[in-house]
């Protein structure tokens, strides 16, 4: 006997239904040999009993029982549990029977004499199929909980319009280009308005379009036929065809050769791919949503990306805000990091000083949110105490520059008296508020705003 098949850890539960007790006996013993945990019953309605009772993981009944047979067996437990596989044995097979069986759900249907090995088979693949299926509606779950626009991070004004315009934009069929600076987060806005859309179910792809060389990028996209070019031994689709019913998400599309850019316009405007070498054409239901960080209406001006090419991807624009731009999403943002390497790195999370957050509100951010989570990331991974302080910042903020800027080197007092301005410009003066944030009592924000010069841009 091989290992016992288990699910969660116990033995998988089987569930024969029969009126023929030898047949019982039979698939009894075999079963329980084969290590799964077996339970009979002798009739249609005694195995709704059963079903009432126990969680089964599998049924195996025959079709021809005096009352509620076969098939009002597998309806029932199609109506309890869905997930759960039922395989149908009759003596009396037909063709019609059969398709009956599959249209209400019976994963597969045996016809007597079968042979045990037959059987045993037929349960491994249905076992296979359903633990798949659950696999991957965890994973889906998984996904939509991550991508979902509700987690991605932001309070600022800026952003707060992005969220308005995130719902709209999954509902609707047209096309989508996302516009921004790299490290913005725009394949995390596509993937939202993905999972958001009713496309959901289906799959996002997405390619880098600076990443690959031309001839690789065509065939990765359109995919190629057997001969198309040397080393194409066999016919492949390619990611637009296998993006069918969901969403093709082309990063950096402004890296496109003009080549290129004319047999993407070509499916965008058909509706159909024909792969490299190939004669005939395939009928295409793909929405695509195209980023780039480069400024596309110049390029049209230079003659370097089509304009017809950009309204059929710019129906729907949506710009990404760099993050210098949303300054008050920067403490969010930190807090998010912070807790997130610190649990990958299973430590607890530090806090972060007043002092090292003024740090990092005075920085450029050329990487935009990217940047900012590298360099949290470090100083997570290299942090020795419960704060992180502005002077362990500063090894991996001057690393992004070329030559530390003076406005660096400030005292800890002024970065703390700019922070707090910024602060109290993001709350509109909101001392309550403000205070709550930079997580100190009200007292203590008074007594810093009582001191003798002020924070620069502080209004009494």
């Known amino acids: 006997m091989n290992d016992a098949p288990t699910a969660m850890g116990e033995a998988i539960k089987i569930l024969v239904v029969d009126n023929d007790q030898e047949m019982v006996d039979l698939l009894m013993e075999y079963l329980s040999r084969e290590g799964y945990a077996v339970i009979a019953a002798k009739s249609g309605q005694e195995a709704l009993g059963r079903l009432s009772e126990v969680p089964f993981d599998m049924v195996v009944s025959d079709l021809k029982m005096e009352g509620i047979d076969g098939m009002g067996v597998l309806k029932a437990v199609k109506r309890v549990c869905p997930e759960t596989p039922v395989i149908l ?40 199929h359903k633990r798949l299926r659950e696999e991957n509606v965890r994973l889906r779950r998984e996904v939509e909980g ?13 952003m707060q319009e992005l969220f ?25 806005i596509a993937k939202a308005i993905h999972y958001n859309s009713p496309r959901k179910e289906r799959p996002f792809l997405p390619i880098n379009c600076a ?9 990765e996209l359109f995919g190629h036929v057997k001969g198309a070019f040397t080393g194409a031994y066999v016919s492949r689709k390619g990611l637009i065809e296998e993006a069918e019913g969901g969403t ?50 110049r390029m049209i001006g230079e003659g370097t990306f089509r304009d017809d090419l950009y309204y059929r991807l710019a129906v729907i624009p949506v710009p990404v805000p760099p993050l210098r731009e949303r300054l008050e999403d920067l403490p969010l ?17 530090p806090e972060i000083s007043q002092a090292a957050l003024g740090l990092l509100l005075k920085q450029p951010w050329r990487g935009n949110v990217r940047e900012l989570e590298n360099v949290v990331e470090a100083a997570v991974a290299l942090s020795k105490g419960p704060i992180i302080n502005a002077s362990e910042l500063t090894p991996f903020l001057l690393a ?61």
């Open 333 to 349: 943002l930190v807090d998010r990091f912070l807790k997130k390497y610190a649990e990958a790195s299973g430590k607890a999370a």
């Open 248 to 297: 093709l998400f082309l990063d950096e599309v402004g890296d496109l050769s003009l080549s290129l850019q004319a047999k993407l316009l070509r499916v965008l405007q058909e509706k159909e791919v024909r792969p490299v070498g190939g004669r005939e054409s395939v009928k295409v239901d793909v929405r695509f949503i195209a980023a780039t960080n480069r400024d596309l209406r």
């Open 400 to 460: 992004a520059v070329e030559k530390p800027s003076e406005e660096l080197l400030v005292t800890l007092r002024e970065l703390e008296r700019g922070y707090i301005a910024k602060v109290l410009e993001m709350t509109g003066g909101n001392k309550k508020e403000a205070a709550k944030i930079l997580g100190i009592s009200r007292k203590t924000l008074y007594r810093k705003l009582l001191s003798p010069i002020d924070p620069p841009g502080f209004k009494r």
């Open 89 to 128: 044995i009759t003596a009396f097979g037909t063709i019609e029977s059969a398709i009956e069986a599959i249209k209400e759900g019976a994963f597969h249907y045996l016809t007597k004499p079968f042979k045990l090995g037959e059987l045993k088979v037929t349960i491994e693949r249905a076992l296979e």
């Open 211 to 219: 990443a690959l060389p031309e001839q690789l990028l065509e065939s």
């Open 164 to 188: 308005e315009l995130i719902p709209a934009v999954a509902a609707s069929v047209s096309n989508v280009l996302i516009t921004g600076e790299s490290g913005t987060g725009k394949e995390l």
């Open 146 to 158: 991550r991508y979902r626009f509700g987690n991605i991070i932001g309070r600022s004004r800026r």
